[in-house]
């Protein structure tokens, strides 16, 4: 029923399509698959700030970039446990744990991301990493110590990557994205959109997640979140519009993915979301800061989730859909 092999041009006549059929069919596609008003909320920490050897243009935490945000080693175990038991007090279901990180380079290191993960799972949190590139033994370790999903973005089209970034290639996120799955951990993956790419690189990065086999897990949808001192800061805020048919599009030829309305939705408003959740968005992150950008507060969402009559999964409902089938 789910299908792997799809061509770019079939994935563009969906998109393509005019916008009210577009989202007719996302969300037609989302209620076969998901109860429809619902959404999942995971909630991030950066783990290690800034100082990142990586030259991604979009990114505040590069070294290569003079943004003012500063640098901070890896938390302590008390402060990770610290944030744990708040985001599950404020019914999160995950915690993950981002790294300023090209990869994990020293044993030490990674000895001490295995702890937090071990700690973050014995809250009863489902505990997702994203750490940078990934050995196939590294993410073997992951898996035992307890980590359920790695975050893991294409982040835009093969064509486009090195426009984007050139400390490391399109294959190296693929590799890592191998070995994510080879061990067995969930797979979430996606992308930013506003970056200055054509819709054609936007159907490309689609039509490339979609092609995963099995999909990811979960796919992250990101709005630029323009960084004063970041070579993309003064990139032209993307259509609304536009960024709607790539949820619905992802929607449609994903359909058992969750779909996460990611970074940028500070700059939405509760309308722009709620046709992002009915185009088949099903998840977003929670909490004041994303891992440095501002995001919406906790109050804030919970009105907009009354506005719109809907709520957040249980962790139980969560589980019974992730047995419920691969994607
Ligand atoms: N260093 C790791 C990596 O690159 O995979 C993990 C952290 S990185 C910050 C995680 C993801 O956050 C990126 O792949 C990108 O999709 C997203 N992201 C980072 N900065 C962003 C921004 N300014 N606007 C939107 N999304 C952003
Ligand atoms: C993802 O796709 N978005 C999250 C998570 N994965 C790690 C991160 C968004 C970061 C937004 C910019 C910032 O906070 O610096
Ligand atoms: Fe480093 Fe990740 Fe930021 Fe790229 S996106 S600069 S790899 S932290």
Same mark, same amino acid.
């Given at each position: 029923?789910?299908?792997?092999d799809?061509?770019?041009?079939?994935?563009?006549?969906?998109?393509?399509?005019?916008?009210?059929?577009?989202?007719f069919?996302a969300q037609?596609v989302?209620?076969? $698959? $998901?109860?429809?008003?619902k959404l999942?909320r995971?909630?991030?920490?950066?783990?290690?700030?800034?100082g990142?050897?990586?030259?991604?243009?979009?990114?505040?935490?590069?070294a290569?970039?003079?943004?003012?945000i500063?640098?901070?080693?890896?938390?302590?175990l008390?402060? #990770?446990?610290?944030?744990?038991?708040?985001?599950?007090?404020s019914?999160?279901?995950?915690?993950c744990? +981002?790294?300023?990180?090209?990869?994990?380079k020293?044993d030490?290191?990674f000895? !001490?991301?295995?702890?937090?993960?071990?700690? #973050?799972?014995?809250?009863?949190?489902?505990?997702?990493?994203?750490?940078?590139? @990934?050995?196939?033994?590294?993410?073997?370790?992951?898996?035992?110590a307890?980590?359920?999903?790695?975050?893991?973005?294409l982040?835009?089209?093969r064509?486009?990557?090195?426009?984007?970034?050139?400390?490391?290639?399109?294959e190296? !996120?693929?590799?890592?994205?191998?070995? #994510?799955?080879?061990?067995? @951990?969930r797979?979430?993956?996606?992308g930013?959109? +506003?970056m200055?790419e054509? !819709?054609?690189?936007r159907?490309? @990065?689609?039509?490339?997640?979609?092609?995963?086999?099995?999909h990811?897990?979960? #796919?992250?949808?990101?709005?630029?979140?323009p960084?004063?001192g970041?070579?993309?800061?003064?990139?032209?805020? @993307?259509?609304?519009?536009?960024?709607v048919?790539?949820?619905?599009?992802?929607?449609?030829?994903?359909?058992?993915?969750?779909?996460?309305?990611?970074?940028?939705?500070?700059e939405?408003?509760?309308?722009m979301?709620?046709?992002? $959740?009915?185009?088949?968005?099903n998840?977003?992150?929670?909490?004041?800061?994303?891992?440095?950008?501002?995001?919406?507060?906790?109050?804030?969402?919970?009105?907009?989730v009354?506005?719109? +009559?809907?709520?957040f999964?249980?962790?139980?409902?969560?589980?019974?859909?992730c047995?419920a089938?691969?994607?």
């Amino acid at each position: 029923m789910l299908k792997h092999d799809w061509m770019i041009d079939e994935v563009c006549r969906i998109y393509e399509q005019p916008f009210l059929d577009l989202v007719f069919q996302a969300q037609q596609v989302h209620r076969a $698959f $998901f109860p429809p008003n619902k959404l999942q909320r995971s909630t991030l920490l950066s783990a290690k700030t800034g100082g990142c050897s990586e030259n991604c243009g979009y990114c505040s935490q590069s070294a290569h970039h003079h943004t003012g945000i500063e640098d901070e080693p890896l938390l302590s175990l008390a402060a #990770v446990r610290n944030k744990a038991r708040q985001a599950k007090q404020s019914g999160s279901s995950r915690l993950c744990m +981002g790294a300023a990180w090209r990869e994990v380079k020293t044993d030490a290191d990674f000895a !001490r991301i295995l702890e937090m993960i071990r700690e #973050v799972s014995s809250l009863g949190l489902e505990v997702c990493c994203t750490l940078g590139m @990934l050995s196939a033994n590294q993410a073997k370790q992951l898996k035992e110590a307890g980590c359920t999903y790695y975050n893991h973005n294409l982040d835009t089209s093969r064509e486009y990557y090195p426009q984007v970034v050139t400390t490391h290639s399109y294959e190296d !996120r693929l590799a890592t994205i191998a070995n #994510v799955r080879c061990a067995g @951990l969930r797979l979430c993956c996606g992308g930013i959109i +506003g970056m200055g790419e054509s !819709r054609r690189d936007r159907i490309s @990065l689609l039509t490339e997640l979609a092609c995963q086999k099995p999909h990811p897990d979960s #796919v992250p949808v990101n709005m630029l979140v323009p960084v004063e001192g970041t070579p993309f800061a003064d990139k032209v805020k @993307l259509d609304s519009i536009e960024f709607v048919r790539t949820i619905a599009a992802a929607r449609i030829i994903m359909p058992r993915s969750f779909v996460r309305l990611s970074a940028g939705r500070l700059e939405m408003s509760d309308e722009m979301q709620a046709l992002c $959740f009915l185009a088949g968005a099903n998840s977003i992150f929670a909490g004041e800061t994303l891992l440095t950008a501002p995001n919406p507060a906790a109050e804030k969402d919970e009105q907009m989730v009354k506005r719109l +009559g809907i709520s957040f999964f249980s962790e139980a409902e969560i589980l019974e859909l992730c047995k419920a089938g691969g994607s």
